[in-house]
């Protein structure tokens, strides 16, 4: 038995080892000041994410939020396999406010009773791009609302992401399709 109990043991220190340390820094996370919900709901294209074990292969990647009747956030992501035309993939779940002063923390669940947190770290005026990560620093997301973003952008992204101490050269940039011409 106490060998069973030891293996368990090392096979979770092993676990916890492994995960990549993406935010070195021990200040806490402060998230933006207030988010217009309205605003925010829509369609967002990922640029860059740190690696996660759901979004495995996954290129031209999209959420979509929307209101539900009951309050809570319609959350729809689809992924393509292995490059921005391949086999779509979706996944729908549900977010809550959890800090309605701000809106800029939320509550996301895909299955059952399990949520995971959405902090919205940084947002430009115009709402054309997006910081969003959660308190350990594993997960993390550039969001645009269009495929791409300029290089001016994307040099405030990084600049954010560096004074927030995360290792930005640890995301990896989404592939997506070419934006359609009007």
Do not use: H
């Not at 096979?11 to 935010?23: E, F, K, T």
């Not at 959890?98 to 947002?123: E, H, Q, R």
């Amino acid at each position: 038995m106490r060998i069973v109990i030891a293996m368990v043991g090392l096979v979770a220190l092993l676990g916890c080892a492994s995960q990549p340390v993406n935010r070195v820094s021990t200040v806490p996370l402060e998230v933006e000041g207030a988010v217009d919900l309205n605003r925010y709901l829509g369609r967002w294209f990922e640029i860059a994410r740190f690696e996660n074990r759901f979004e495995r292969n996954c290129e031209g990647v999209t959420a979509d939020y929307s209101m539900r009747k009951d309050g809570l956030i319609r959350v729809e992501n689809t992924c393509r396999e292995g490059s921005p035309a391949g086999e779509e993939r979706k996944a729908v779940g549900r977010a809550k406010i959890v800090d309605p002063k701000t809106n800029a923390k939320l509550k996301v669940s895909f299955f059952g009773p399990f949520w995971g947190d959405y902090w919205i770290l940084d947002l430009t005026d115009d709402y054309s791009r997006s910081i969003v990560g959660e308190p350990s620093g594993r997960y993390l997301w550039i969001l645009s609302r269009s495929p791409t973003i300029t290089p001016q952008s994307r040099d405030e992204a990084m600049k954010k992401l560096a004074g927030l101490g995360y290792d930005v050269s640890r995301l990896y940039f989404t592939r997506q399709a070419p934006a359609a011409e009007p």
